[in-house]
């Protein structure tokens, strides 16, 4: 009896994990019970399962994160055609609402909100962006502003007769200082400013660590069922701590920021939070219903820091360690840099069109490195139809940029680091439609412009100033590290100036 029960049972359970719960949905790998694909993804290379995912089932499929189906989108003709041309049907957000809580005291901030909240905050941060001149020239001077402590930093380095040099920490901030500047008007150049930078980086990415650990794909879509089971409690408690220390650490900034503002001065708008807390007060002076809490602050403050230092803090080091392996690309890069600049000059943006050579490194570089494996999940608004599928409204969709990338269809040689594949036949640099590092549609990174002037200005600088190379002794990994964005592995290289 027992036996004929236990059989009906695993029957029952082999008919709604292969059949039933997929009967309407594209194709896609078997989900095992309860933690659907997420076992295989984690056990290889995220993108390397997506793209055996697209040759296996085609452009369209879906994979299980643990009980949630997610429909996968990697034909770049369909992904314009749903998320570009009818972006709105894919502004909803799909994301935790548990593992929210436990990141950033909830679903707050632009990256993970939906709905009106979401179009005015996005709305208001693009604006107040528009007005610090991102993507313009006074932002270029701010840029360029934080590239000489950079060098300075590095001069040191080797004046002090530095061999071996890990240049990470010092991207880091510089990266840090730029958007932070932005954020909360303040650089991170200073000892003290500097110690504050890297205690909240630090707790950041060990948050991120952990997130990206094996018991992270159970623990985040149920955690009340697990925050007080031993092991379990352990995790939520590390995570939870961590928060609560980067939370604190906004809201204090915050409060210092409120305490400085003379709310009836026309003086100019120094950083967000200042055009933020203006903004606030005038909708409550006004009478007027609001979205502008300060919990909103806090999670768009998390938002702007995470997004902004990790991503182009990261692309750049990426740059260091491929032009490092690959010392043929520096010199050609050098020597295009050397045709309009000398190597103790800036270089500036106004300059980029006279470096296709450099455009396509960088081009590349974001491809390749695909510092963002998995993009943010969206959530269909409304029904819809995708490649003949009726999509359900609420169904969890993304149009998976890092597979994309990695699509021979599109890129010949996925993994190999080939800058030429960005220029044409008369030596100009060409767009390729593929290359979506930053999304497309209405839900696209609002930091794009920042992004696009700091890796060029940044990337273009250091490379005319210094020759990056390997101790002999010691060759840089090109080992890739699960993170919030991925890591290059930790190296030292050479450095020398070329003057």
């Known amino acids: 009896m027992i036996a004929a029960l236990i059989f009906v049972f695993v029957i029952l359970v082999v008919f709604q994990n292969y059949y039933w719960k997929r009967r309407n949905l594209p194709p896609g790998p078997a989900p095992m019970p309860f933690f659907g694909n997420l076992l295989e993804i984690r056990k290889g290379n995220h993108p390397d399962f997506y793209v055996k995912c697209t040759k296996k089932y085609g452009d369209i499929y879906t994979v299980w994160m643990g009980l949630t189906p997610l429909v996968c989108v990697n034909d770049i003709e369909a992904v314009n055609e749903h998320f570009l041309r009818d972006g709105e049907t894919y502004t909803g957000r799909h994301f935790p609402k548990e593992m929210m809580e436990i990141l950033k005291n909830g679903i707050t901030g632009i990256v993970f909100t939906e709905g009106q909240l979401w179009r005015e905050h996005r709305r208001f941060a693009l604006s107040v962006f528009r007005d610090f001149g991102v993507g313009k020239n006074l932002m270029e001077e701010k840029i360029l502003d934080e590239i000489v402590p950079l060098f300075e930093d590095i001069d040191a380095d080797?004046?002090?007769?530095?061999?071996?040099?890990?240049?990470?920490?010092?991207?880091?901030?510089?990266?840090?200082?730029?958007?932070?500047?932005?954020?909360?008007?303040?650089?991170?150049?200073?000892?003290?400013?500097?110690?504050?930078?890297?205690?909240?980086?630090?707790?950041?990415?060990?948050?991120?660590?952990?997130?990206?650990?094996g018991i992270a794909l159970v623990f985040q879509f149920k955690t009340h069922m697990f925050k007080n089971w031993p092991y379990f409690g352990k995790f939520y408690k590390k995570i939870t701590a961590s928060r609560d220390v980067v939370m604190n650490y906004f809201k204090e900034k915050v409060a210092?920021?409120?305490?400085?503002?003379?709310?009836?001065?026309?003086?100019?708008?120094?950083?967000?939070?200042?055009?933020?807390?203006?903004?606030?007060?005038?909708?409550?002076?006004?009478?007027?219903?609001?979205?502008?809490?300060?919990?909103?602050?806090y999670g768009t403050m998390w938002d702007l820091w995470t997004a902004g230092q990790e991503t182009t803090a990261n692309t750049t080091n990426w740059c260091v360690v491929y032009l490092i392996n690959h010392p043929e690309v520096q010199e050609k890069l050098q020597a295009e840099l050397g045709t309009i600049v000398s190597p103790d000059q800036l270089v500036t943006n106004d300059q980029r069109n006279r470096t296709p050579y450099l455009n396509a490194v960088i081009?590349?570089?974001?491809?390749?490195?695909?510092?963002?494996?998995?993009?943010?999940?969206?959530?269909?608004?409304?029904?819809?139809?995708?490649?003949?599928?009726?999509?359900?409204?609420?169904?969890?969709?993304?149009?998976?940029?890092?597979?994309?990338?990695?699509d021979e269809r599109y890129f010949p040689e996925p993994y190999a680091f080939k800058p030429e594949r960005f220029i044409d036949e008369n030596g100009a640099f060409k767009q390729h439609p593929a290359l979506i590092p930053f999304g497309v549609g209405k839900r696209s990174c609002l930091g794009e412009a920042l992004a696009k002037m700091e890796l060029y200005l940044v990337i273009a600088n250091m490379f005319n100033r210094y020759k990056f190379s390997a101790d002999p002794e010691k060759p840089v990994p090109l080992t890739r590290i699960m993170s919030g964005t991925i890591n290059a592995a930790p190296y030292n290289c050479r450095i020398e100036k070329r003057f």
Request: glycine letters at 4%; a negative charge.
């Open 256 to 297: 210092e920021k409120r305490a400085t503002i003379d709310f009836d001065s026309d003086a100019p708008i120094e950083d967000y939070v200042e055009a933020y807390l203006r903004k606030q007060k005038a909708l409550e002076d006004a009478g007027s219903p609001h979205y502008f809490d300060d919990e909103q602050l």
């Open 363 to 406: 081009a590349e570089l974001q491809r390749l490195s695909n510092v963002i494996e998995t993009n943010a999940i969206h959530r269909t608004t409304k029904d819809t139809i995708v490649h003949g599928y009726k999509i359900p409204e609420g169904t969890a969709i993304i149009s998976h940029i890092s597979s994309i990338l990695y």
């Open 158 to 213: 080797i004046d002090a007769g530095v061999v071996n040099h890990s240049i990470t920490d010092h991207i880091n901030v510089t990266i840090g200082s730029i958007i932070n500047a932005l954020i909360m008007g303040h650089k991170y150049r200073s000892k003290e400013r500097r110690v504050e930078f890297f205690k909240i980086k630090h707790i950041i990415d060990a948050t991120f660590k952990e997130l990206a650990h």
